[in-house]
């Protein structure tokens, strides 16, 4: 299970830090990620992290903005926000693919079979 918490509403520039905490069986975990989704729009890739190597991927959009880790001790991934932009209001949502599972990609909602409930995020202007 994943549980991710975090979101609210910030002034542009601003930043926020997201959680996501796995329970369960975390030992089968291969990678974590987050997707957003806006109101009318598709859920899109965010940004991932291997688990045990702590490889990262990144959507273009949040290059140099956001940072994903990972505290392997507390079973807890993040998200570190700066510099957010209106255009990063969404509802975020955190997800997980386990070992064994069949691979569609890093950036495809279909690579990740556990997925958490959701924190919206908001940016003001």
């Known amino acids: 299970q994943l549980q991710a918490s975090g979101g609210g509403l910030v002034q542009a520039g601003g930043s926020l830090r997201l959680s996501c905490a796995a329970s369960g069986r975390t030992f089968s975990l291969y990678r974590m990620g987050w997707f957003r989704q806006a109101p009318g729009k598709e859920r899109e890739f965010v940004a991932a992290v291997t688990w045990n190597g702590g490889n990262t991927n990144y959507a273009d959009s949040v290059k140099a903005r956001f940072t994903i880790s990972r505290d392997m001790a507390k079973n807890t991934m993040y998200l570190q926000m700066d510099s957010l932009k209106p255009e990063d209001t969404a509802f975020y949502y955190c997800?997980?693919?386990?070992?064994?599972?069949?691979?569609?990609?890093?950036?495809?909602?279909?690579?990740?079979?556990?997925w958490g409930q959701g924190t919206q995020v908001t940016v003001s202007s």
């Open positions: 997800a997980a693919k386990t070992f064994g599972s069949r691979s569609y990609g890093v950036a495809s909602k279909d690579e990740y079979d556990c």
